[in-house]
C-alpha cells in the first residue's frame, strides 16, 4: 500500500473441497472472501503477495505462471461465476457468440448449428432467457448479466467451480433456481474422476448457503474462524463462534438482531481475538490469538451453553 503499509487481507486460509461437495463460504463484505478467490485464479493486484499452497490435484495456484493460468487453469480446471459479471462480459458481443465462444474453446462441440444449440442449452441451465441471446450486456439488467455469467461459467464443466456471489441480484425464486442448478453440476456423476465437482460458494445469502452446502467456512478480519458441516452450523446445535451465532441471529426469520459494532480494519488488526470488541463472551485472554482448529475462538460455544 502507499508509504509501504501492509494489509493481510487473508490470513492461515486451511480448508479443502473434495468433489461432489460444496463449501459455502459466508462473512461480512470486506473481511476477504473475494480476496481469496482472486488468489487462487491468479488474479490479484500486481502489488499483492502470497504464501503458502493452493493445490488443485498436483497443481499448486499460487505459483502457477500466467500462461498456465490463462491456458490450463481458468475456465478448463476452475469455472468462475464473478462477483461483477457486467464487468467480465464482454461489452461489444452478444450473450450468444460469448457462450458460442466459449462453447468451442472448452468442449470439442464443432459445427455452426451444434454451437448455437450448446450455446442455448447452457443458457437455459442458467435461467438466461432465449431471446435475450442476442442482447449485449450493456442491454441486460444485473440479474440477467448474473445468470448469462453463470452460463458461461458452466460450459467447460470445470472439476471446481467458484462462485463469487452467483445470487445477486436475483429474487428469490430465480435464486433457488441457480442454487439447484449449481447442485446438479457438482453432483453431475461424469465429475472428476467420475465423483462430482467441486463448488465453493462465496455468498452473503445464507438462505442460499443453506440450500446448497455440505460445509460452510466463516469468514471474518480476513481470517477462517469456523468451519463446520453445515446440516448441524443451520439447525441444531448451531454454530460454535460467537460471530458465527450472530450472523445467524441477523436473519430477518430469526431473532433480526443486528451484530453490534463495526468489523476492525485489515489494516490495524489487534494481535489477539479481531472479534473481542464486538463479542459478549470476550475475556482478557481474547487479547492472545485463539487457538488453531475447526473454531478459532477461546471461548467457543459447546452443546451445554446451547441447552442452557
Do not use: W
Not at 245 to 273: K, S, Y
Amino acid at each position: 500500500m502507499p508509504g509501504g503499509r501492509r494489509v493481510a487481507a487473508v490470513t492461515d486460509a486451511r480448508f479443502d473441497v473434495a468433489p461432489g461437495e460444496c463449501l459455502a463460504l459466508i462473512g461480512e463484505s470486506g473481511c476477504g472472501k473475494s480476496v481469496l478467490a482472486s488468489a487462487l485464479l491468479g488474479l490479484l493486484p500486481g502489488n499483492a503477495r502470497t504464501a503458502g499452497s493452493a493445490l488443485l490435484g498436483d497443481l499448486d495456484l499460487l505459483t502457477a505462471d500466467e500462461r498456465t493460468l490463462a491456458r490450463t487453469v481458468r475456465g478448463r480446471l476452475i469455472g468462475l461465476v464473478p462477483q461483477s459479471p457486467a464487468a467480465h462480459l464482454t461489452p461489444v458481443r452478444t450473450v450468444r457468440s460469448q457462450l458460442e465462444e466459449t462453447v468451442a474453446a472448452l468442449t470439442p462441440t464443432r459445427g455452426r448449428a451444434a454451437l448455437r444449440a450448446a450455446a442455448e442449452a447452457a443458457a437455459e441451465r442458467a435461467a438466461f432467457p432465449a431471446d435475450h441471446l442476442d442482447r449485449h450486456p450493456h442491454q441486460l439488467s444485473g440479474g440477467l448479466a448474473q445468470r448469462a455469467a453463470t452460463a458461461l461459467a458452466l460450459v467447460g464443466g470445470a472439476p471446481l467451480l467458484l462462485a463469487d456471489e452467483p445470487t445477486t441480484g436475483l429474487d428469490r425464486d430465480l435464486v433457488d433456481r441457480t442454487v439447484d442448478e449449481l447442485r446438479r453440476h457438482i453432483d453431475d456423476p461424469g465429475g472428476d474422476h467420475g465423483g462430482g465437482r467441486a463448488l465453493l460458494m462465496i455468498t452473503h445469502d445464507l438462505a442460499a448457503a443453506e440450500r446448497i452446502a455440505d460445509r460452510v467456512a466463516v469468514m471474518y478480519a480476513g481470517r477462517i474462524v469456523e468451519l463446520a458441516d453445515a446440516k448441524p452450523f443451520f439447525g441444531a446445535p448451531g454454530p460454535r463462534h460467537p460471530y458465527s451465532r450472530a450472523l445467524l441471529r441477523a436473519l430477518p426469520d430469526r431473532a433480526f438482531t443486528p451484530v453490534p459494532g463495526m468489523p476492525p480494519e485489515l489494516g490495524d488488526l489487534p494481535a489477539g481475538c479481531a472479534f473481542a470488541a464486538r463479542c459478549d463472551r470476550a475475556t482478557d485472554t481474547c487479547a492472545a490469538p485463539p487457538p488453531a482448529g475447526p473454531v478459532a475462538c477461546h471461548h467457543p460455544h459447546v452443546p451445554e451453553d446451547v441447552r442452557a
